[in-house]
């Protein structure tokens, strides 16, 4: 019931059904949360529903809320459907008062127990109810520590926690605007509104965008009793997982603190120690949590992280959720849960997805040029980050946005700091373990990340740090952060190709442990990732029903396609072998003025163009070849106009018809406003007599001297930008001329399919008629999104889509993930009128959604035959496409 009750509700209701330890208490549903959103006010019925639940509480704990001599006390606690670690607020103590405080310090035997949990109840609730700057209270508790001469909170005796209770108050007077409430309905009432609002903070709303989680869900907020961890040195509190969140190695992972409340643990303000340590310090708690993990891991078949309180030595579960992982850990967990039955292949497949793979993918450091660390932390986010040092967020943002690649070095990261981590290459901090803000957030958002580096200084304010050894770090020095081994480097260490790209450029071949010692080689290498990979690269294209091709235009880019997995190419760009030297030829094709100069440069310009289909089919011999007829305006292949007349004009009147003049004038000529709406495409093959012609003969006679050669080439013919069917048929007629006459002369020449793109509007409306010429449709979903939108797809991205995400018009850019309500109902659309016609219609896509995770599910569900994306993305579409299958 995760919808109704949040993921924190829901697995607390669970983990009780389970039998395990679990504190009582009731949670108010998301829908309450909406209802309050939409109207500003409570719905009519909760505070008494409240009351109900709370008097059910009271009567199971024989014990009153913040009254008596034993009062009981609460937590108010967020929870949404999708974790936001740390994004929403939180009251703990709720219950506490001058009277109450009292009881609980006879009860507990302990006075400075607590008027700590007091000064910890105000506190929250002046900073999260009454949106009191958290500042003024540090500053207090900072001053006091100083005046007591102690490091730790914990250390702080009773009386002056006590007067720190006064100064809270009069703080909460002074900049709350009101007393701190003495009755603890009121303070329960408020702590749940509170959290309610806490759902539409800045920072929660830009978590969700990052995390595209939807801006309607609201939150759920959980009531339990408290259970206390900070009563002493028998207490603490921790959190754990069942496997390693990093790696995805087995065994159980995790940090404890003790005497310490709630947050400390994650706050990373302390530092902690591993669980292994409670093993010594409490064996029995150690013991019942081990076995509670095990239960959690089998009851929800996944790794699970967990928070814990033990209080007095009884453990008790805060919470438990399907924990958050890196991208290794997810291939490793879900391949080793299929090797061990535990869970099907279909269900490892759903549980990994494309960007993790595409993370997988990322570069590393090299290690035998990177030296002797400075500083070495917790390895919490793998990946390889180099960029300039920057001491406070607002400052990572800014250098950030002018184009330069930062690492955001903090003593410890809060939530206020998600710009800064958004916005850097990787986080360090020196405070904190791997369950550290820090290291969840940065986790979460793919983020490389090394924390508790311990060795490391952070003087914010001052801009700069010191390492041991007496090394100083200084705003804008570069640093190497290590991600997968914790390590952190002065100045730029250089990175090599992951170990699953090796993968996929052996062609999808594990590498893997020696024969003899069956051990994996000490290399550096993370053979166990690469045999989870593959078990589920495998398994993807078992169950994939997509074709998967790469749009490439040279032989390397194909031969690397196809060791990635391609089967064949989807779209080669004929336009990118026009550039270089060849530009001279384009450009005097451009400026021939009769037919039989024009004939000429098409001669010269046919063994080019035959040599490079000729390469690129022996590359995907046996496979497709989609060659498109070329694209662009002509004069993009011309000098800039500027510069060009400026020369001109230098070179003043002489010699008329020199070059540059005549190039002049055609640059001039051909000069269009809007060249993405002008001359270019199918527009241009009907303009520049014989320029199609040469690109089909150049196709044919490639394929010829490939089967003479023994190869099995299969090209098909592409042509961009139709917009009626009058224009493929105009070339289409040409190019079987073309294809015949090299047939009658060579013999031997394969059949070659004619289809058109799909990437105008009319194009899709009009597919049925264009269907009737076409053997097949490729949807080019750029130039479709750019003219469906009308967004200037070279323009847009840089310009208003920043705030077009910040207000919701859309999640994610459009040419980014394919939009399904318009862009994709045109691709369906066409889709279906053209198999009507032709039902043997070959459908596929090449515009770059063809390699987006989330567009090759859609293209999946629209029915299409493959999708076609760069080289690099070829893994990501098999594996996306695997996953839309099961
Ligand atoms: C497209 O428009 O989607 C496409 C693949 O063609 P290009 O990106 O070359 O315009
Ligand atoms: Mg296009």
Redesign the pocket.
Same mark, same amino acid.
């Given at each position: 019931m995760a919808d109704l009750l949040g993921g924190k509700g829901a697995n607390l209701a669970e983990m009780t059904r389970l039998g395990l330890p679990v504190p009582p208490g009731f949670t108010i549903t998301t829908e309450a949360c909406r209802s309050y959103l939409s109207t500003g006010r409570e719905p009519a019925t909760l505070r008494e529903e409240i009351g109900d639940h709370l008097a059910a509480l009271e009567r199971r704990m024989g014990r009153r809320l913040g009254r008596g001599a034993d009062p009981l006390l609460v937590s108010v606690r967020s929870g949404a459907r999708f974790s936001m670690p740390g994004m929403m607020e939180t009251v703990l103590d709720v219950g506490l008062s001058d009277t109450s405080v009292r009881a609980l310090a006879g009860q507990a035997g302990d006075d400075r127990f607590a008027w700590d949990s007091y000064r910890r109840l105000i506190q929250m609730f002046g900073r999260t109810v009454l949106g009191i700057d958290g500042s003024h209270f540090d500053a207090e508790l900072e001053a006091a520590r100083r005046e007591e001469g102690v490091e730790a909170d914990a250390s702080l005796p009773a009386v002056r926690l006590r007067a720190l209770v006064e100064e809270f108050k009069r703080i909460t007077r002074v900049h709350g605007g009101r007393d701190f409430p003495q009755d603890p309905r009121e303070q329960l009432t408020l702590a749940v509104d509170a959290v309610f609002d806490s759902w539409n903070t800045d920072r929660a709303r830009r978590y969700r965008r990052q995390e595209h989680i939807p801006d309607d869900l609201g939150t759920a907020v959980s009531v339990c009793a408290m259970v206390f961890g900070n009563l002493g040195p028998d207490s603490g509190t921790g959190v754990a997982f069942t496997r390693d969140p990093a790696t995805g190695r087995t065994g159980v992972y995790g940090d404890y603190l003790r005497n310490a409340q709630g947050e400390d643990v994650v706050a990373g303000y302390r530092n902690t120690v591993p669980l292994a340590e409670l093993e010594r310090i409490d064996p029995g708690s150690h013991r019942r949590l081990t076995e509670i993990m095990a239960t959690l891991e089998r009851h929800y078949l996944d790794l699970c992280d967990i928070e814990f309180t033990i209080e007095r030595g009884t453990l008790w579960m805060l919470q438990t959720r399907v924990g958050k992982r890196t991208a290794a850990a997810a291939f490793r967990i879900a391949a080793d849960l299929a090797e061990q039955e535990v869970i099907d292949d279909d269900e490892a497949l759903r549980r990994v997805d494309g960007s993790q793979l595409a993370q997988l993918m990322f570069p590393h450091f090299d290690p035998a040029h990177r030296g002797e660390p400075v500083a070495r932390g917790v390895p919490a986010s793998p990946g390889a980050a180099v960029g300039a040092a920057v001491f406070d967020s607002a400052r990572a943002a800014a250098r950030a946005a002018r184009g330069e690649r930062v690492v955001l070095v903090r003593r410890e990261t809060n939530p206020d700091d998600l710009d800064g981590m958004l916005a850097a290459e990787g986080v360090l901090t020196s405070r904190g373990g791997k369950t550290s803000h820090a290291a969840v957030v940065a986790r979460g958002m793919g983020r490389t990340c090394v924390c508790g580096a311990e060795g490391i200084v952070v003087d914010a304010d001052a801009r700069r740090a010191t390492v041991p050894g007496g090394g100083v770090i200084e705003e804008g020095d570069v640093l190497s952060v290590d991600g997968t081994d914790g390590s952190v480097h002065l100045g730029e260490v250089p990175v090599v190709p992951s170990t699953v790209v090796e993968y996929f450029e052996n062609g999808g071949t594990p590498t893997g442990a020696d024969p003899t010692t069956g051990e994996d080689p000490d290399d550096g290498r993370d053979d166990a990732l690469v045999r989870a990979v593959d078990r589920l690269m495998r398994h993807a294209d078992r169950r994939r029903v997509l074709g998967v091709r790469a =749009?490439a235009d040279t032989g390397r880019d194909a031969r690397r396609a196809a060791r990635f997995g391609a089967a064949g190419v989807g $779209?080669c /760009?004929t336009e990118h072998m026009f550039l270089g030297e060849r530009r001279r030829l384009v450009e005097r094709l451009v400026l021939a003025v009769t037919d039989r100069e024009r004939e000429e440069v098409l001669a010269e310009l046919l063994p080019l163009q035959r040599a490079d289909f000729t390469e690129l089919l022996a590359a995907m011999d046996g496979m497709p070849v989609t060659v /498109?007829l070329l &694209? *662009?305006p002509l004069h993009e292949f011309l000098p800039d106009i500027t510069e060009l007349s400026v020369r001109v004009a230098r070179a003043g009147d002489e010699g008329d018809d020199s070059r540059d003049h005549r190039l002049l004038r055609a640059v001039r000529r051909l000069h269009e406003q809007n060249p993405m709406l002008g001359l270019r495409g199918v527009r241009l093959g009907l303009v520049v007599p014989g320029l199609f012609a040469m690109q089909v003969r150049a196709v044919a006679e490639a394929a010829a001297d490939r089967r003479a050669a023994g190869g099995d080439p299969r090209p098909e013919i592409m042509v *961009?930008l139709v917009a009626a069917a009058r224009e493929l048929e105009i070339v289409r007629e040409e190019a079987e001329r073309v294809l015949a006459e090299v047939a009658a002369r060579r013999g031997s020449v394969p059949t070659v399919p004619v289809g058109t793109?799909i990437?105008l509007p009319r194009a899709a409306l009009t597919a049925g008629e264009i269907a009737g010429a076409a053997d097949f449709f490729?949807?080019?979903? =750029? &130039? $479709?999104?750019?003219t469906v939108w009308g967004f200037s797809r070279d323009d847009v991205e840089g310009s208003f889509f920043a705030g077009y995400l910040e207000r919701g018009v859309f999640p994610v850019s459009p040419f980014e993930t394919i939009d399904a309500a318009g862009v994709g109902t045109l691709v369906r659309t066409a889709a279906r009128t053209g198999r009507a016609t032709s039902p043997d219609l070959g459908l596929g896509v090449?515009?770059?959604h063809g390699g987006d995770p989330a567009s090759v599910r859609f293209f999946h569900e629209a029915g299409l035959d493959y999708v076609s994306c760069s080289p690099f993305r070829v893994p990501v579409a098999r594996l996306e496409a695997g996953r839309a299958a099961v």
């Open positions: =749009n $779209l /760009r /498109r &694209d *662009p *961009p793109m990437e490729s949807f080019g979903t =750029n &130039d $479709l999104t750019q090449c515009g770059e």
